[in-house]
């Protein structure tokens, strides 16, 4: 069994107050969280404006698999949504 865990640090374009950027996040972890079988939470940075953290974790029986949906994952968040990813941290 392989466990994938990571936190995802992105800056929010079209985010202009708190209100907005809480509906970005919001949106990407339910969206996420329906369409991957991962878990998603904001993890830190909650109250700065355009900029926010969310922790990922996979569990698969295959290490690569987990990776690959990660990898789809995060294509997938910048593709939909007006944000760029800065850093993100693998833990294990």
């Known amino acids: 069994m392989a466990f994938l865990t990571l936190e995802v640090t992105f800056q929010i374009f ?5 209100k907005d950027k ?3 996040v919001k949106s990407i972890i339910h969206r996420m969280k329906n369409k991957y079988p991962v878990s998603l939470a904001e993890v830190a940075d ?23 949906i990660v990898d789809q994952l995060l294509r997938e968040i910048e593709s939909l949504y007006e944000i760029e990813i800065i850093d993100t941290n693998y833990y294990e």
């Open 46 to 68: 909650q109250d700065l404006l355009n900029q926010a953290c969310i922790g990922i974790a996979v569990a698969n029986s295959s290490k690569k698999v987990a990776q690959q």
């Open 14 to 18: 079209d985010s202009y107050s708190l």
């Open 22 to 24: 809480r509906s970005t």
